[in-house]
C-alpha cells in the first residue's frame, strides 16, 4: 500500500511539471491563449549600407546589389553631380614614326643625298591640364581635357650606316582632347574604366624659324589631331576622387611640312611621311 502511494504521488509530480511546461510563454503551442508568442532569434543589422535606400534606387546600377559592412565614399560622384572639375599631370615620352623617302635628295647647291630618318630614343614629356568631366549615367561621361604639353624629339639622318647629322625637335603642344569615357561596375572604392577620343594639337614651336646653329633644318606642321586611348582605375578618397591612367596618342596629320631653309632642302625631302606618337601616364584629381 506504501508502495503504491509512492508511484501515485511520482505520476502526480509528472503531470503538473508536464501542465506547467505547456503554460509557459517560452513554448509555442497554438493550443494555448494569446499569452503564448514565439521566441524569434535575433538578428545583427549592418550600421550602414552600401547606398542609401532614400536617395538611391534598391537596384542601383554600376553597384554590386548587396549591401557590405564597408559603405562606399564620394557616391554623389555616380550618381547624385554629374558635372564635376579637376586636373592632371602627365610624364610620358614623345615619338615619331617616319617613313624616309626612298629617292636621291639635291640641295639648291646641286648635292645629292639618299638619308635614313629615324627616332633612335625616346623623350620625356610632361604635361598639366585642367578637366571637366559630365556624366551621361553610372557608365558613361564625356571628358574634355585643356593644357600645354612640353617635350622634345631627336630626329637622326644616317647616310651609308652613318650618323650623319642629328636634329632636336623642341614641342610646346596646347592640347584640347575631346573623349568618352566607359566606367566598369564599381567595387569597394574603385572602379576601372576605358577612355577613347580625339585630341586635337597646336604645336606653338612649330612657328619658329630655322636655325643654323642648332642644326635645326626642318620644320613641322603646327596643327594635328590625334586618335587617343587608354585605361585608367578611379579611386575614391573621402574628400576627392583621384586616378591613374596610361593613355597612348597617334596622330593623323602628315607633321613634316614642305618649308626648307635654303641649301639644306635635302633634310626636309629625306622624309615621306612623319607622325606623332605619345605615351602618356596621368595622375588625375577631381
Known amino acids: 500500500m506504501k508502495r503504491n502511494s509512492i508511484l501515485i504521488a511520482i505520476v502526480a ?135 600645354p604639353t612640353f617635350g622634345s624629339r631627336i630626329i637622326n639622318f644616317y647616310s651609308a650606316d652613318s650618323l650623319n647629322l642629328s636634329m632636336q625637335i623642341e614641342s610646346v603642344l596646347i592640347e584640347a582632347s575631346l573623349l568618352l569615357k566607359y566606367k566598369a561596375i564599381r567595387h569597394s572604392n574603385v572602379r576601372p574604366y576605358m577612355i577613347a577620343g580625339l585630341t586635337p594639337y597646336c604645336d606653338v614651336s612649330a612657328f619658329k624659324n630655322f636655325n643654323e646653329k642648332r642644326n635645326l633644318y626642318i620644320a613641322v606642321n603646327p596643327f594635328d589631331v590625334a586618335l587617343t586611348a587608354g585605361v585608367g582605375i578611379d579611386a575614391y578618397a573621402n574628400f576627392f576622387k583621384f586616378s591613374i591612367e596610361m593613355r597612348y596618342a597617334m596622330g593623323m596629320v602628315n607633321s613634316i611640312s614642305s618649308k626648307s631653309l635654303e641649301g639644306y632642302e635635302q633634310y626636309p625631302k629625306s622624309i615621306d611621311k612623319m607622325y606623332m606618337h605619345s605615351f602618356v601616364l596621368s595622375i588625375i584629381f577631381e
Open 13 to 147: 509530480l509528472f503531470c503538473t511539471a508536464a501542465t506547467a511546461q505547456n503554460n509557459s510563454p517560452l513554448v509555442s503551442n497554438p493550443n494555448n491563449g494569446a499569452n503564448n508568442s514565439y521566441r524569434t532569434p535575433k538578428t545583427t543589422s549592418l550600421k550602414q549600407p552600401l547606398y542609401t535606400p532614400s536617395k538611391l534606387s534598391d537596384m542601383a546600377p554600376g553597384f554590386p546589389n548587396k549591401l557590405v559592412t564597408h559603405p562606399l565614399t564620394q557616391q554623389h560622384y555616380d550618381y547624385t553631380k554629374r558635372l564635376h572639375f579637376g586636373f592632371a599631370i602627365a610624364l610620358g615620352a614623345l615619338d615619331y614614326s617616319i617613313t624616309s623617302s626612298k629617292e636621291t635628295q639635291y640641295n639648291s647647291k646641286g648635292e645629292a643625298s639618299n638619308f635614313f630618318v629615324d627616332v633612335s630614343t625616346l623623350s620625356p614629356l610632361m604635361s598639366v591640364s585642367a578637366l571637366m568631366d559630365y556624366r551621361f549615367d553610372h557608365q558613361f561621361s564625356f571628358r574634355l581635357q585643356v593644357g
